[in-house]
């Protein structure tokens, strides 16, 4: 068994490929289109490469791919946090500790030669994307956006030597008819201000909107452990992500006095539909897998909460209350029967008291860390 840097199309295709060989036949999995995880590893097209390196290396056995692992370098947060810090991501091997334990070390060993003295992840690229290892949960299905993997990750990664950081959470409830009552108050409190409002997005004005979440977002967020801000780019790139299941009902912004103080984005869980597509748009030339897509697209009935916030000089207005009661109650009328909100850094008692009222905490993802 060896490991090796990707240096040829070869070593990037066996990369791309591995999940798809290891997940197949696992009906919970949402395997992602594959031209899609082409671009996220394409300097050229991921925005994270503008501020972040990544090298990656894939583990074979008897010349067959067993093991992949991204190590990273993020200067944006090496600049906020901590200098010393690296990450490792895109982690993926078959059930065999000392697999795990090869591409720990290879990342470890690529970090450690740059001057990293710790290591954390699984994170990809960045905090603000799909973050730390499924530890409790397994029984669902995977999720728009969310990380999904065999329940002996956490085992093997914690042979290897690697230790919890932080867990993130995740929760699960049925789309009520009518939000928790005391929610309803709450809401009822804000609206009473003429100089409040929640609105959806202005579909026409896209880019505008763009920029009012990247400003919320960045400053409703600052706070957070490990945060850093997103840039336009990676607005963009993510907006490119979500663009063709966006549903404008679905992005809400609080106003006060016509300024943008709050933001809160869901959109349809398009697992069905990848799960699918099986990974491909096309088969043989034909776009076998846009039109099972569609056709499975029609029998949506989960919603994901991606992301939210209130801007901090607005906040204890109301606003979070006001925009989920509204989003709620679209849930309901749109049709949709469940809803899920996070994952969402543990400790974080603005949101976990919100939703421990109206779900039921269901998953745990787990971020790693290491001394190297």
Not at 79 to 102: I, K, S, T
Not at 300 to 321: E, F, Y
Not at 345 to 361: H, K, M, P, W, Y
Request: positive net charge; proline residues 7%; contains cysteine.
């Amino acid at each position: 068994m060896r490991v090796t840097p990707v240096r040829d199309r070869a070593g990037r295709s066996d990369f791309l490929r591995l999940p798809y060989q290891l997940y197949s036949g696992d009906p919970r999995w949402a395997p992602p289109l594959l031209r899609e995880r082409r671009r996220f590893l394409d300097p050229a097209v991921n925005p994270f490469f503008e501020f972040g390196e990544a090298e990656l290396f894939v583990a074979y056995r008897d010349g067959r791919p067993v093991g992949r692992v991204a190590a990273l370098i993020n200067h944006r947060h090496n600049e906020l946090h901590d200098p010393d810090v690296g990450f490792f991501g895109l982690f993926d091997v078959v059930d065999d500790e000392a697999v795990a334990r090869r591409l720990v070390e290879a990342a470890a060993d690529w970090l450690r030669t740059r001057g990293k003295q710790a290591m954390l992840g699984p994170t990809n690229f960045t905090v603000n994307q799909e973050c730390g290892v499924l530890v409790d949960g397994y029984d669902r299905e995977q999720s728009f956006l969310t990380p999904y993997n065999p329940r002996y990750y956490p085992a093997h990664l914690e042979s290897a030597g690697l230790t919890k950081a932080k867990d993130f959470w995740g929760w699960h409830g049925p789309v009520p008819s009518e939000p928790p009552a005391g929610m309803c108050r709450a809401a009822q409190w804000a609206a009473r201000r003429p100089s409040v409002r929640v609105r959806t997005v202005r579909m026409r004005d896209f880019s505008a909107e763009l920029r009012t979440f990247q400003d919320i977002y960045n400053a409703a967020w600052a706070d957070n452990w490990g945060f850093t801000p997103m840039t336009s780019r990676q607005v963009a790139y993510l907006t490119r992500q979500l663009r063709p299941v966006v549903r404008p009902q679905l992005l809400l912004v609080a106003e006060v006095d016509g300024a943008a103080a709050g933001m809160l984005l869901a959109v349809p869980d398009i697992c069905v539909a990848l799960r699918a597509a099986e990974g491909r748009l096309t088969h043989r030339g034909l776009p076998l897998g846009l039109l099972r897509m569609r056709r499975a697209a029609r029998r949506i009935t989960h919603v994901r909460v991606l992301a939210g916030g209130v801007h901090p000089k607005h906040r204890r207005l109301g606003l979070d209350a006001l925009m989920y009661t509204e989003m709620m109650r679209t849930f309901y009328r749109l049709g949709y029967q469940t809803f899920e909100a996070g994952p969402t850094l543990e400790g974080n008692l603005a949101i976990t008291r919100v939703a421990d009222r109206v779900a039921t905490r269901t998953r745990t993802y787990r971020l790693y860390c290491e001394d190297i």
